[in-house]
């Protein structure tokens, strides 16, 4: 019984997380409100890796929406650079979609360099996490 409680309070605070953050990619802005195929490309993203800080997992402010993309470019990529020691708020939340941010830009960049745009990004993107 407390298992399905668990649950559904898990699904509630990824709700939540969708309605606060308008259905918007917290990396790249892509909006997923505009239409139901554009809300399937979204996706919930622990800011803060589960792996690196599972305290921190099912913490509503290490919650946040992520396109399908800049999520598969973020995967792992620990924001607070494996040296949280403080109380998630607002502001921490805001810096670190802000590192996270720019780091997505920095592998997008590096993908596209190697030639074909997003496309050939996707492609490069899923074999180099994929192996």
């Known amino acids: 019984m407390a298992s ?4 559904t309070e898990r699904v509630r605070g990824w709700f939540e997380t ?3 953050h308008k259905c918007t990619c917290q990396y790249c802005g892509f909006d997923g409100s505009r239409s139901l195929q554009d809300w399937f490309q979204l ?9 690196v800080a599972a ?8 919650r946040v929406i992520s396109c399908f ?3 598969l470019v ?9 040296e949280f020691k403080q109380v998630l708020n607002r502001e921490v939340q805001r810096q670190l ?4 941010r720019i ?9 596209w360099s190697y030639g074909g745009g997003p496309e050939a990004s996707y492609r490069f993107m899923m074999k180099r996490f994929h192996k």
């Open 97 to 100: 979609i802000e590192r996270a």
């Open 103 to 111: 780091e997505i830009e920095r592998r997008k960049q590096e993908s």
């Open 43 to 51: 996706q919930g993203d622990h800011l803060i890796p589960r792996n």
């Open 18 to 20: 969708y309605l606060e």
């Open 55 to 62: 305290e921190y997992a099912e913490d509503n402010l290490n």
């Open 74 to 82: 973020k995967r792992n990529f620990d924001p607070a650079l494996g």
């Open 4 to 7: 399905a409680s668990l649950d």
């Open 69 to 71: 993309y800049c999520n």
